[in-house]
Nanobody, 128 residues
């Protein structure tokens, strides 16, 4: 059974930090691109960060560059999103997602519609 389990969300103050985790099972995780997306109420789901299966390509949305850091541990089937200097506009439900078809060692897609597997989401709330 394919599973992506997001965790690590919570409530923090402006300027605080959180680390999200995405634990995978049921598919060959080491062959999949993993992306983090977020969705705030009334807004479309947006790409936040992504890392290819080999970690050779990593990318971030402009809004989080320099504050967020994505990494993966293929031995543990887990991807992490370290979020620092959080702002109220970062508040959203965060989802991890996995893609194999549209990504490779050096490229990936930011289009959420192309991702095959999804986590259940974890809420991040940043208070001002």
């Amino acid at each position: 059974q394919v599973q992506l389990v997001d965790s690590g969300g919570g409530v923090v103050q402006d300027g605080g930090s959180l680390r999200l985790s995405c634990a995978a099972s049921g598919f060959p995780f080491e062959m999949y691109m993993i992306g983090w997306f977020r969705q705030a109420p009334g807004k479309e789901r947006e790409f936040v960060a992504g890392i290819t299966w080999s970690s050779d390509s990593i990318g971030y949305a402009d809004s989080v560059k320099g504050r967020f850091d994505i990494s993966r541990d293929n031995a543990k089937n887990t991807v992490y999103l370290q979020m620092n200097d959080l702002k109220p506009e970062d508040s959203a439900v965060y989802y991890c997602a996995a893609d194999h078809k549209y990504s490779g060692r050096y490229h990936y897609t930011k289009d959420h519609r192309k991702y095959e597997y999804w986590g259940q989401g974890t809420q991040v709330t940043v208070s001002s």
